[in-house]
């Protein structure tokens, strides 16, 4: 196939993109206003339409409006100065449009970006305009080692290290301390790689946990705990700033030089760190860093003195002790447990170690601070895990292996070798600790010395200054992540009252005020000094949040959401599914009342965003969820064959826009809220290319209306040249397997007689078709009228249109009248009647024929809701006054058995009477401008005369009909006797034969059954299939 021919173009000198109107000129062959001639060049009047089409042309051969995929196509945002680029829309490549510069879509296509990444900067044309003025300094970002490892390991390793890791090596052993460790880093391990998975699907940006968890679960379970996460970042500042402050207050205890006394010693230090650790955050993150750095080297330091320490001859001061350097023999004592005093059990000392094997989140959660946080956080925060967990390790093996459990501490215990009486192994070693054995009074050796790691050392302050490193490094790396973290929920506005601390200060967009806020909760817990309490509750605060991450992973997983495409792959749900419930059960196992309060705090605040339902979507696996729950009933219903027992009213109802008819909508949702499936459709009448941008921008709208009104149900609309063809696609298109509607709901037609005669027609046909398509009908009536579009027009909003033609339910055409505010007023009173309480009126049932069931169920399923509740149900049924008897108590037996509890009935032995003279002139008055006045001729000649007017009523029709019509006076003035006071009406209508019956003569038939009466009135017709039951299979 010979090669598409490229037309010659001048170099291009500048950035610029075609019009789509220039395009589409070039696409007809024309010369467009653009078309470069002879001597064009970009420095023409228009220098940016001519090079981008070099880039069109060699990608596809020839001019396009299409473009080549660009990073501005997806991104969300747009650097400051830049034009907002994207892809032509649907409309401007389908549709025929004219050249209109002003109002079509700049098509990206620039020769800049022909590799289809984002540009580094502004336009270069800009960039020369603005070349003199100052650059915007670039924010300040960390990479994979001092960004996040770093951060990690320093908040990973804290006291317990120094201070209790060798006890623990004492009590239960060097196996059992393996076991511990190994259990411990098997759930951060699997919350590691859940937040890498989580980290590397999609941009991270700054929030760190909150925004990991909150983007993943959703706003309800992301804002609780990025809330307590926050706060107890924010503690866990005073819990390690007074572990520091503990220990430089035991130092000047051991030199007598106390300031005050031991208790206000620690709150004077404590106050003085925390302000220094502020003024290093405040000083910005690269100093912060840099202090960071500082800890991590001396910490490094202190490992390697203590190392150093082990391969070092023991001193006789050491030997004293416990220290003698590394024997095999010593190895095999501390190999297996000795279990002592309460906390001498396994998951006793495991609660006591497992928060040090925390603090993994500390690179996650200055996620707005990383170069890239999707190679950032994966790669660091595994490789902290990794290396906190080899120096664990190696420090239990290694001090196992030189130091024995027990020690006097007394140089006067150095014996000979072996001597006699003497018990246990520094007998071997020349030493008899024997009778601080015997009195358990042993002052030294890993069980007794909580300072061994110092002791073993080469330099012993070298120890106490990575005690100093490792809590001053936590300090600081909560206080850096309680004030990110919080000013992320702060711009969500999830909560209320907190939006003040979400402004950012310069290039990195500092929460200052969060960090004083982060102060002053720490100064106000380091004051208290009672953090014994707290701690437990902090670390079950920390442990809801790996839970929640874990999950998280779980179930974005389980959803199989097209959206869950991380780029780490080294994850499993199931061991995110076992990591979530693992960090349950540690929870527990730490403190069962913390985690008891720390399961209410977070229930409290999930309900809380619960109710308040915050206007965010950021495409959460709970929607995923719904999703595939939904779609799995729903394939699932359609495998059950249907049962009367679960048959429920699922409505289509005709509303038009559904805030047209609030009063139609409040009555079907009522009954339908909970239960079953309610639709409003609406015809948009009128050519399709017209109509189908109303729809899609109309469509969102009557949705929030529905829930505004909190009304569950569904809105849909077509695009039809009528109403009824409109109507049929509803029918047969609505719904989904099983969640199909199966009545009809419909507004009455109350102008029927003023109306255009082929809008009668198509009304009554939509009857008959509901009837062929097996559906039930339910014709809605109300005295004032239920289209309350024109107190819309007049109050609301001006710019509806009337749009559609009275109580018809959807949309033909009909000029807005000019009404009085008494009318108004009336109709607008008339939309709220079905949202108030009903009183102790009466729900009157006038069930005429056996339509299945459907006249009883509708007014049951109203009574059963709390504003119906005081209504008494009353039943009428037609009777002969001979047998009223035995008729009424055939009645209430088959209502006894349907279990509706239905027990006024009433039988009407007066239906046949005949009906008053002037109701009667009434009746025939109102069809008299729809006869035919044929003079009883055949049936050939009729049809010939009403060619055109199938409305029109034969003098034969008449005839016929006549007792069915006077059926409708009685039944009219019955209703006006019994039911002028009920609350609502529902009557078994008649139906009208198709072809036999015209439109205007059972239009008549309606009106004259429901005319005159107050109450709301519901002519209820089933499909003549059961709805009820009195069978339990």
């Known amino acids: ?237 005073a819990m390690h700033t007074v572990g520091f402050a503990e220990t430089v207050r035991d130092l000047l205890q051991e030199h007598n030089s106390l300031i005050v006394d031991p208790t206000n010693d620690i709150r004077i230090i404590g106050v003085i760190t925390v302000t220094v650790l502020l003024g290093i955050s405040l000083a910005g993150m690269e100093w912060e860093a840099k202090a960071q750095i500082l800890f991590f080297l001396v910490i490094l330091v202190s490992f390697i003195n203590y190392l150093v320490g082990t391969v070092i001859p023991a001193t006789a001061e050491k030997q004293a002790k416990g220290f003698f350097s590394y024997r095999a023999d010593i190895f095999a004592q501390n190999f297996v447990p000795n279990w002592r005093g309460p906390e001498g059990s396994f998951f006793g000392l495991f609660s006591i170690f497992f928060p040090s094997a925390t603090g993994i989140l500390a690179g996650a959660n200055i996620s707005g601070d990383l170069k890239d946080p999707a190679v950032a956080i994966p790669k660091g925060t595994l490789m902290a895990i990794f290396w906190t967990t080899v120096s664990y390790l190696v420090l239990s093996a290694t001090i196992g292996a030189c130091v024995v459990r027990d020690a006097s501490g007394s140089l006067n215990d150095s014996v000979a070798v072996w001597a006699p009486g003497c018990e246990g192994l520094a007998c071997g070693y020349g030493w008899n600790f024997t009778a601080c054995v015997q009195r358990q009074s042993c002052r030294y050796g890993l069980s007794n010395y909580y300072q061994s790691m110092s002791m073993v050392s080469g330099f012993g302050p070298l120890i106490t200054a990575g005690i100093f490193g490792a809590t001053l490094s936590s300090a600081l790396a909560c206080l850096v992540s309680a004030p990110k973290v919080f000013q992320c929920l702060c711009r969500d506005q999830l909560y209320p009252l907190i939006g003040f601390f979400g402004k950012g200060y310069g290039r990195n967009s500092e929460p200052i005020r969060g960090y004083m806020l982060t102060y002053v909760i720490a100064i106000g817990f380091i004051l208290i000094a009672e953090l014994n309490a707290i701690a437990p509750i902090i670390s ?187 109507v049929q696609m509803l029918l047969q298109a609505a719904g989904l397997g099983k969640m199909r509607p199966n009545i009809l709901v419909l507004g009455y037609k109350r102008n029927w007689q003023t109306a255009s005669p082929q809008s009668l027609e198509d009304y009554v046909g939509i009857l008959h078709d509901a009837f062929d398509f097996k559906y039930g009908v339910c014709v809605m009536r109300m005295k004032e009228g239920l289209n309350v579009s024109r107190v819309l027009q007049a109050h609301v909003n001006p710019m509806f249109e009337a749009e559609e033609h009275p109580e018809n339910g959807t949309g033909s055409r009909a000029a807005p009248s000019t009404v009085g505010s008494t009318t108004l007023a009336s109709e607008q009173q008339a939309s709220t009647i079905f949202q108030s309480e009903q009183g102790k009126k009466t729900i009157d049932i006038y069930w005429l024929f056996d339509d299945g069931g459907l006249t009883l169920l509708i007014p049951y399923l109203l009574g059963r809701k709390k504003r119906w509740g005081k209504c008494k149900i009353r039943v009428f049924v037609g009777g002969q006054i001979n047998r009223m008897d035995e008729e009424r108590k055939a009645i209430v037996s088959l209502l006894s058995k349907f279990r509706l509890g239905f027990h006024e009935v009433h039988i009407l032995p007066d239906i046949n009477q005949k009906p008053r003279p002037e109701h ?93 009466l107050r109450p709301p009135i519901i002519l209820t017709r089933g499909n003549q299939e059961n709805v009820l039951t009195f069978y339990c299979q």
């Open 1 to 237: 196939m010979d090669e598409l021919p490229i037309p010659d173009l001048p170099p291009s000198r500048c950035s610029g993109r075609f019009t789509i109107s220039t395009l589409l000129g070039m696409e007809e062959g024309a010369r467009g206003p653009y078309t470069p001639t002879e001597g064009s060049s970009c420095d023409s009047a228009q220098p940016t339409h001519l090079s981008s089409s070099t880039l069109c042309t060699r990608t596809f051969g020839y001019n396009t409006v299409d473009v080549v995929p660009a990073y501005e196509h997806y991104a969300n945002t747009k650097g400051v100065g830049d034009p907002r680029k994207g892809r032509p829309s649907l409309a401007d490549l389908h549709s025929i449009l004219k050249p209109d510069p002003g109002h079509l879509r700049t098509p990206v296509c620039d020769l800049q970006r022909s590799n289809g990444l984002p540009e580094a900067g502004p336009e270069a044309g800009l960039e020369e305009a603005e070349g003199e003025s100052e650059p915007v300094p670039e924010p300040v970002r960390f990479g994979w080692v001092k960004g996040v490892m770093i951060r990690c390991m320093l908040n990973i390793w804290g006291v317990i290290l120094y201070l209790r890791l060798p006890w623990i090596t004492a009590q239960a052993g060097i196996a059992l301390t393996w076991l511990i460790i190994l259990m411990s880093v098997t759930v951060t391990t699997i919350t590691g790689l859940s937040i890498s998975a989580i980290s590397t699907n999609g941009k991270v940006k700054s929030g760190g946990t909150y925004f990991l968890i909150s983007r993943s679960l959703g706003p309800e379970l992301g804002g609780s705990i990025g809330l307590i996460f926050a706060f107890a970042n924010a503690v866990a500042v």
């Open 540 to 726: 079950n605060f920390f442990l809801c949040s790996y839970a929640l991450i874990n999950f998280s992973c779980f179930h974005a997983s389980i959803t199989n959401s097209p959206g869950w495409r991380p780029s780490f792959r080294y994850y499993s749900k199931w061991a995110a599914l076992f990591g979530a419930a693992v960090s349950v059960v540690i929870m527990f196992l730490l403190t069962w009342w913390a985690a008891l309060i720390a399961f209410g705090i977070v229930i409290f605040l999930l309900g809380y965003v619960l109710y308040k339902k915050p206007d965010v979507n950021w495409g959460s696996s709970m929607q995923a969820s719904s999703y595939n729950m939904a779609l799995n009933y729903s394939v699932g219903l359609s495998e059950v064959d249907e049962h009367i027992k679960n048959y429920r009213p699922q409505c289509l109802v005709l509303t038009g826009p559904p805030n047209f008819r609030p009063a139609l909508v409040d009555f079907v949702g009522t009954f339908t809220k909970n239960l079953s499936l309610m639709l409003c459709g609406n015809v948009l009448i009128g050519p399709r290319k017209q109509k189908m941008p109303e729809s899609r921008l109309t469509a969102d709208g009557h949705a929030k209306w529905l829930m505004k009104r909190k009304i569950k149900a569904f809105y849909t609309d077509v695009v039809a040249e009528d109403l009824r063809s409109g």
């Open 920 to 1012: 009667i002139k009434r009746f025939d008055d109102m069809i008299a401008p729809f006869r035919l006045n044929d003079g009883f001729k055949d049936e050939a000649t009729v049809n010939e005369m009403r060619q055109g007017c199938p409305w029109k009523i034969s003098d034969d029709e008449v005839d016929k009909n006549r007792a069915k019509s006077l059926r409708q006076v009685r039944l009219n003035e019955i209703l006006l006797d019994y039911s002028r006071d009920a609350a609502l009406i529902a009557i078994t209508p008649p139906i009208g034969r198709k072809g036999r019956c015209p439109s205007s003569l059972y239009m008549a038939w309606l009106e004259t059954l429901s005319q005159d």
